[in-house]
């Protein structure tokens, strides 16, 4: 079945630096969007990074210039690199998955089916 693992997360200084990892398997990996969600307490879900089969990314405006999607398909992972961290990146980061193209790669957490269990990043001042 499908499964999606993430690591990575931590706590870090504002104006520090993540690097987080999500290993897919049990489909073929990159066939739809791919994509990362965040979540902080009391907060809705919200995508901050997506990347559709051709390697087209698209960022939210809150983190552009910060945040950056990659996708290895050799070891089926989906990295996102975080630069300049600030204490309202704190939050549970999630990688999802669709499969098959439909043509875009949605914002809404409702067109995900594939989840990761998450890893948290804290951010302190």
């Known amino acids: 079945q499908v499964q999606l693992v993430e690591s990575g997360g931590d706590s870090v200084q504002a104006g520090g630096s993540l690097r987080l990892s999500c290993v897919a398997s049990?489909?073929?990996?990159?066939?739809?969007?791919m994509a990362w969600f965040r979540q902080a307490p009391g907060k809705e879900r919200e995508r901050v990074v997506g990347?559709?089969?051709?390697?087209?990314?698209t960022t939210a405006d809150s983190v552009k210039g910060r945040f950056a999607i990659s996708r290895d398909s050799a070891t089926n992972t989906l990295d996102l690199q975080i630069n300049s961290l600030k204490p309202e990146d704190t939050a549970m980061y999630y990688c999802?998955?669709?499969?098959?193209?439909?043509?875009?790669?949605?914002?809404?957490?409702?067109?995900?089916?594939?989840w990761g269990q998450g890893t948290q990043v804290t951010v302190s001042s």
């Open positions: 999802a998955a669709r499969i098959g193209w439909t043509g875009y790669c949605p914002r809404s957490p409702s067109y995900f089916p594939y």
């Open positions: 049990g489909y073929t990996f990159s066939s739809g969007c």
């Open positions: 990347i559709d089969p051709n390697g087209i990314t």
